[in-house]
């Protein structure tokens, strides 16, 4: 059965950095930063938004800034007005 | 001796057999097993588990016509043991073959979810079948309680230690942590909404085994929603 998943508006590029650093795998990941495996997977595919100290980890293992990692999504939620920039 | 019923007799030598063919099988299984790791595939915990899942309806139903239509979880164990030879195999397939779990495997929280809401629909639903229907004594209640306690402590330990042998222990990290809040939340909503079932139950004077029932039945549900929202967080949301 396959459901629609909500998602999160925070984007990443975790994946392509993971391949870009010795073809790391979900789990060395998520032991070097203290989630599991599953966590990782969750945030790969936008499902979950990490911490914002869980967020400074991972971007810490790929020794690059963490808006370099994530990315905030700015289109506006259906029938919600944007935030004021 | 021979003033048992004849039933009796033949179920007790049937389940005797049935023992020893098993206990044959799977040390020919692990024989073959150890010959294995030298030469190749052997599917050797699969066929014992198909084996005691094909026994599994067989012994209770001799315990059925034995106990005089009483009892019928005899088959309950070999299940378990069919089961988890099969969980086995499927281990050792993957190790030997260096696959890695792939995202839709269930972690090991998610099989612990899965075996604790096994573990309600088992034992609640057993003594719901038991005791429907049978005028409730205090005596029946307190044993009720009492057995579905030990029973759900013995099953829960059994099925984690099988988990853990199967799957890779994990702590719990912050996305553990919410889902488990969210679950519990769930699981508050639906015992309050319960309770307030409950009391209207009492305030229109149901009998009291009616009363009992439904203080168990909605405390098994309210477990069912908090586990299965759990579950469906895991899986689905978060």
Redesign the interface.
């Known amino acids: 059965m396959k459901?629609p998943?909500?998602g999160t508006r925070v984007r990443n590029i975790i994946r392509t950095l993971r391949f870009q650093n010795g073809e790391m795998?979900q789990?060395q990941l998520a032991d070097s930063v203290?989630?599991?495996?599953?966590?990782i997977?969750?945030i790969e595919q936008g499902?979950?938004s990490?911490?914002l100290e869980?967020a400074f980890k991972i971007a810490r293992v790929f020794r690059v800034p963490l808006e370099q990692v994530f990315q905030y999504e700015e289109q506006p939620l259906r029938g919600r007005k944007a935030p004021a920039p | 001796m021979f003033n048992l019923p004849s039933v009796l007799l033949v179920s007790a030598t049937l389940w005797i057999l049935g023992c020893i063919i098993w206990f044959v099988i799977v040390l020919r299984g692990w024989f073959v097993h150890h010959k294995e790791k030298a030469h190749g595939d052997f599917p050797g915990s699969l066929i014992n588990g198909i084996f005691l899942l094909g026994l599994t309806p067989f012994l209770s139903a001799i315990q059925y016509v034995a106990t005089g239509r009483r009892y019928f979880w005899g088959g309950g164990g070999v299940l378990f043991a069919g089961l988890t030879l099969i969980a086995y195999q499927s281990v050792l397939k993957r190790r030997k073959t260096g696959l890695?779990p792939g995202?839709n495997a269930l972690?090991f929280?998610?099989r612990s979810i899965v075996a604790q809401m096994a573990a309600i629909l088992l034992v609640y639903g057993y003594y719901g079948i038991r005791l429907w229907g049978k005028p409730l004594t205090p005596i029946a209640a307190t044993a009720a309680l009492i057995g579905i306690t030990i029973l759900m402590i013995l099953i829960l330990i059994a099925a984690q230690i099988a988990i853990r042998l199967y799957s890779r222990p994990?702590?719990p990290?912050?996305?553990?942590r919410i889902i488990e809040l969210r679950g519990s939340r769930n699981g508050y909503a639906a015992l309050a909404a319960g309770i307030w079932g409950v009391l209207l139950l009492a305030i229109a004077h149901v009998p009291y085994d009616l009363l009992f029932y439904a203080i168990m039945g909605i405390f098994a549900l309210a477990e069912l929603v908090r586990l299965g929202s759990q579950f469906f967080y895991?899986r689905?949301?978060?």
């Open positions: 459901l998943v909500p795998t789990q203290g989630l599991t495996r599953q966590t997977i969750a499902r979950y990490p911490s869980a | 890695a995202p972690a929280r998610e994990e702590l990290d912050e996305r553990d895991y689905w949301v978060a």
